[in-house]
């Protein structure tokens, strides 16, 4: 997000919640993290169903906040008091002996929020994120929230019909060119400019707003199954906006074809980590490690999700793979650009 907005009321911090996750929560526990009062991420985890996962979830927490070196929280619990209070208490009591400054704590159901027994009247204080200026500038960044994390989720599942019978004919296509390509004298460098070209054009295509052709998505997975033209994609972080890389990226996830998912869903989870965009992260590593369960850089993703790896992280590894990096990967590992075809499934 490139737009600046002020934090300040509890609708504020209500109105970001869902842009920031990618969906409208309930019954979630969510903690906003800053530094130095501006927001850099977004933890989010169901609410427990017994006493020990309400301890580790505390518990993660309060590793994930250490490890980002976190300094300013906000907590939101998302769902009726029975449930959420005993777990803002929980984050409360957790905080108070760190030098953690806990900003704000709310609890939210409906259309109305509690931000303490005190200050609060019983029946809560009504609210409306759509006329929040935070909502404003995360609809200009281009960012959207679905209802639920289920419809989330399913803005990543494979499309179906005509479009998937196409992109499965032009990815057998494209398999064949790129097999043919292989076996003639294509250096490792026509591979990097090629994807460079490609990586490019479906970026011009993101921001016309038109969707890419199916001969398009098929030969730009293909292209990706390179480790050298993946980077060439990470580094066009600085080129293009965040929300164009995530639309591209889902684009790309949803309809390349099964064994050619794990790299763009990998480029879509690198993206939405480093704008904070954890769940979405998450979703993402999932699909590409459903794709290949081992493939290395979906794996380090993981790693860095599960271990609360600031999202700066992301932005530094973005400053490290630049053209001049990849030219060097060139010269010490060509077969890197060369571009690794999985075996098509029996009939396709």
Known sequence: MTETVCLSQPADYLAIVPYLLGFHPAMSLVILAFDDQTLVSGIRHDLPHADDEATDIVALSLKILARQEIRQIAVIGYGPADVVTPMLDRMREAVAPTDILLLKLL????????????????????????????????????LAALPARRAFATRLQPVDGPDR?????????????????????????????????????AFAHQGAGEPLTP???????????????????????????????????????????????????????????????????????????????????????????????????????????TAEVLQAQLELSPEAALPKLPIPPEGR
């Open 107 to 142: 609890r939210c159901e409906g259309d109305r929020y509690w931000s303490s027994p005190d200050a609060d009247p019983p029946e809560g204080t009504p609210y409306d994120i759509t006329t929040s200026q935070a909502a404003a500038a995360a609809v200009v960044a281009g």
């Open 165 to 201: 019978d196409a992109v499965r004919t032009a990815t057998r296509a494209a398999r064949e060119r790129a097999a043919s390509l292989l076996a003639t004298s294509t250096t490792p460098r026509y591979w990097y400019e090629e994807g460079l070209r490609a990586v490019h054009a």
């Open 215 to 321: 001969e398009e998505v098929a030969w730009l997975s293909v292209l990706l199954t390179s480790i050298v033209v993946r980077d060439v994609a990470i580094t066009t972080t600085r080129a293009y906006p965040a929300s164009d890389h995530i639309a591209l990226w889902t684009e790309m996830v949803r309809r390349a074809e099964p064994g050619y998912v794990a790299a763009p869903a990998t480029l879509l989870a690198v993206a939405a980590y480093g704008c904070g965009a954890g769940p979405l992260a998450r979703i993402a590593v999932d699909r590409a490690l459903a794709d290949s369960r081992d493939y290395t850089m979906a794996l380090l993703v993981d790693c860095a999700l599960n271990n609360g790896v600031p999202p700066s992280a992301i932005h530094e590894m973005h400053a490290a793979v």
